[in-house]
Structures are given as C-alpha cells and as structure tokens.
C-alpha cells in the first residue's frame, strides 16, 4: 500500500471516531477513548433507548444540508432519506427466539444465542454496519464491520496500527474465537468498564470489525444464558446470499452484502414516541 494512500487512510479511519460526549455510568473517572468511541450510548441502555439515540444522531446529520438548501423539493427528498433511514433502524429490531434468519449464517453467528432474551438494532452508517446487542433488554454489545472502502487495502496490521493510535497498546492473538470457526487473529484490549477486539474478517468475509462489549455483562453469561442455544433451520446460507447479489464491486457495501434481509419483529419494541 503506497505511503500517501496509507495516510489517507488514517485520516479517514481517524475521522471515523470523532464521538460525542460520553457520560461515564455511575463513574467520576474521565472515560477512556474506547468509551468515547461510544458516544451517548451507555452500557445497559434499553432497545427504546438505543434507537432513539440513533434517531437523534441521524436527525443530526441531515440538519445542516437541510437548513442550507433553498429548494423545496431538496429540502423534501432530504427529509425522505432522513426518515426512510430512522425507519430501517426501528425495524431492524430482532429478538433471537428461535426464528431461522441470515444472522445465524452469517459473520454474527456465535455473537448470540437463542431463547435467552437476546435482541439486536442494526445501523448503517456511510462507511460501517453497527450491531447493538441486547441481553434482557440490556445493551451489552456492539459489533461494527467496517466496509472494505474505509481500509482500502490496507494490512490488518496496518489496520490494527490504527486503532492502537486511538485506543492505546493491545494484544495481538490469534486462533478461534468460537466452537467450529475458522483461525483468525485479533487485537484486544481490556479496560475495567469496556473489553475490545478487533478481527481480522477479511480472508472470508472482506472487512475487518471492532467489537465492544460490557465486561459485567461478560462475567455473567454463563447464567445469564440458561436456555442451550439449539441450531436453527437456516433461511440462506452465506454462498447463496453472495451469489444472489449483481454487480462487479464484490467489496463495496460488504456488510449489507453478506447479513442480507431478516425477518424481523411485527411489533418491535422500538417504537417512536
């Protein structure tokens, strides 16, 4: 990768985490840059609350293009896009109860299981695809992947480079992170309020991805997960989810790409209000 494209690169992935204010829970200590990669967004926070977070940050990025247009017919596809992106988040809302979906197929599978409680919000933001995972309507972790446009082509080292410059040293691993997965490696860091990895995804998947999670919530899996999560009759398998897709760039968009269209909640708890 040449010198100049690999410093755009960091400027850009650096861009990427410029976060909002973060009010640490219950905690006088200033929060660390991987609690600010949080934002608002606080461990334990409900679905509600989640996604009218999430509703508020999109709101937020269309306000200056809308105040700035003088078109009417500008100003009212703006506000179809900002709305048609709110409405995709409320109803990405998914509980994990058993129902065949492309998540247990695809890159997710084994970050949940089944008939434990567990649900999820999906986000899709101009360079990553987040997933905010609940347990008892508890937030307790978020997955990004970032699409293959953001690192262009840069190494996993060079990408794991990266976030040590924001989030501080951290160890380098490698082996299987779940039952019956292929080896990869990681990079992971351990804080008293937050635990991070970041997985190299890209020899199968073509991105690579930062996973946060609350190192409370963690310690309790165990029981917290009393129901053993059964395999699920699949609706798609990966293959045929990439085959169906048209188009020469197999890169761009790979988040969307690969998780591909759920069945999702006919009432989901996420409602506007």
């Not at 755009?8 to 976060?19: H, K, R, S």
Request: charge should be negative; glycine fraction near 8%.
């Amino acid at each position: 990768m040449a010198r100049s494209s690999y410093g755009t690169f960091l400027l850009a992935f650096g861009l990427m985490f410029v976060a909002g204010g973060y009010a640490g829970v219950g905690s006088a200590k200033s929060p660390t840059a991987l609690e600010q990669s949080m934002g608002e967004i606080q461990w334990g926070w409900s679905p509600k609350q989640v996604y009218r977070q999430l509703k508020k940050n999109i709101e937020a990025s269309y306000q200056e293009p809308i105040s700035k247009t003088t078109d009417a017919i500008e100003e009212d596809r703006l506000r179809h896009k900002m709305d048609e992106e709110i409405r995709e988040v409320r109803d990405s809302y998914f509980e994990f109860d058993g129902r065949a979906s492309a998540y247990d197929s695809g890159y997710l599978s084994g970050e949940f299981t089944h008939n434990n409680g567990e649900s999820l919000l999906r986000v899709r933001t101009k360079n990553t695809q987040d997933y905010f995972f609940f347990m008892k309507d508890r937030l307790w972790k978020r997955y990004r992947a970032f699409d293959a446009s953001v690192f262009e082509g840069a190494s996993f080292a060079e990408f794991g480079s990266a976030l040590q410059q924001r989030y501080g040293k951290a160890k380098k691993k490698s082996g299987t992170l779940k039952p019956g997965a292929e080896p990869t490696q990681w990079y992971e860091w351990r804080e008293p309020r937050m635990l991070a990895r970041a997985v190299d995804n890209n020899e199968f998947y073509g991105f690579y991805c930062l996973i946060l999670e609350d190192p409370k919530t963690v310690a309790q899996l165990g029981k917290l997960r009393k129901n053993e999560s059964k395999t699920v009759e699949r609706a798609d398998t990966l293959v045929d989810m990439v085959a169906q897709e048209d188009g020469d760039d197999q890169n761009a968009d790979i988040a969307d790409r690969i998780t591909g269209q759920v069945r999702r909640q006919e009432k989901p708890d996420v409602q506007d209000e």
